[in-house]
């Protein structure tokens, strides 16, 4: 049921009378910060965890993280937004003794992105899209860190709040990603194919065997193998990109290689599907389509295994890579600096 106008009036002002209180805390001494620091988190659990923010593919008006649970939930490719929060607390208490040693100095900066974070949410709400509030609580909380803390601070724990980002199901990625991606699977997995001696027909994103004339077997009678959704790479793609970021941040020294090994996530996931695509197409070769694929409702146990074969193959290969880039071809030690001046003579 939609609030009233006035319950909208009254969170307006509400909302627009904070940032003078949150400024209280920084122009006043002791320990003013902590009324407005409560009234702040409050208002964060109240805003994204209770109030009714929009209905986004279903009827009924649901909080911000009501709504990331049901979509996570809901939809295998972003199951993995569940684990990202526990994963960032994690990483700040990780990081405890480095951070305890950093200076806390709140700045009015803060407020900007706060405020910005409020009217992203209003937006998101009269216009009923979930995707304004996800944007919103990110950008809500960096804004408090800001506000509370600092510049030292926010850049200390800028990693942890960056990865917040892989929380939020974007589902509109799905049609923008997983459409061209099983388009390309669908090409790379034809050629191969037909490179090796196994002649294939591309119709669409099916992958069907080419008609034996000699042997009276038609077009798909050998196998028949459309590249859907998950086979894409879809599912795994941000499932690994939140992998290979949280993996390079813990176990490589320098920020390139952490960027580099990242952006290896969509050729890891790629990949991983193509040889998922292969063993799936070698299986019904072998022993049918009733053995190695199923049906979409009952997939076989050596199609859910040709699945989870995925994360082996990309995550082996990006350890694989890590390890590469800390080798010393990627790593070798600088010249040592010329003297300068006249040797010594004894």
């Known amino acids: ?46 805003l994204y965890g209770f109030f ?34 526990p994963v960032a607390a994690g990483l700040i208490y990780w990081k405890r003794a480095e951070l305890s040693k950093v200076p806390v ?35 809500f909380i960096g804004g408090l860190i800001l506000f509370f803390l600092g510049w030292k601070f926010l850049k200390a724990i800028l990693f942890p709040w960056t990865f917040l980002a892989f929380a939020w199901p974007f589902l509109f990625l799905d049609n923008e990603i997983a459409f061209p991606l099983r388009v390309q699977m669908s090409s790379l997995c034809y050629h191969f194919l037909n490179l ?7 119709s669409g ?57 990242f952006l290896t996530a969509i050729p890891l996931a790629i990949f991983g599907n193509f040889i998922r695509i292969l063993i799936l197409t070698f299986g019904t070769l072998g022993f049918g389509a009733d053995f190695a694929i199923g049906t979409i409702d009952k997939p076989t146990w050596y199609h859910m295994g040709a699945g989870y074969f995925v994360y082996v193959i990309a995550l082996g290969g990006m350890v694989l890579i890590g390890k590469i880039l800390t080798s010393k071809w990627f790593n070798r030690p600088s010249p040592a600096p010329a003297v300068v001046g006249n040797p010594v003579t004894q």
């Open 1 to 46: 049921m939609p609030y009233p106008p006035v319950c909208e009036i009254n969170l307006l002002a509400f909302l627009a009378t904070l940032p003078l209180l949150m400024s209280t805390a920084i122009f006043t001494p002791n320990k003013s910060w902590i009324l407005p620091a409560a009234i702040s988190l409050a208002l964060f659990v109240v």
């Open 52 to 85: 009714p923010y929009c209905s986004g593919y279903g009827d009924l008006k649901v909080s911000v993280f009501t709504m990331l649970y049901g979509l996570a939930t809901t939809y295998g490719s972003w199951g993995h937004c569940l684990f990202v929060f």
């Open 105 to 139: 100095a709140g700045t009015l900066w803060g407020l900007i992105p706060f405020v910005f974070a409020l009217l992203l949410y209003w937006v998101g709400y009269k216009t009923n899209v979930q995707y304004f509030g996800f944007v919103s609580a990110q950008i």
């Open 196 to 202: 090796i001696g196994l002649p294939t027909i591309q």
């Open 205 to 261: 994103t099916a992958l069907v065997s080419a008609p034996d004339y000699i042997n009276n077997i038609p077009s798909g009678g050998k196998f028949q193998v459309d590249i859907a959704d998950p086979c894409s790479g879809i599912r795994s793609l941000f499932a690994l990109a939140m992998i290979t970021a949280l993996y390079g941040y813990i176990t490589l020294p320098k920020t390139w290689q952490k960027i580099g090994l």
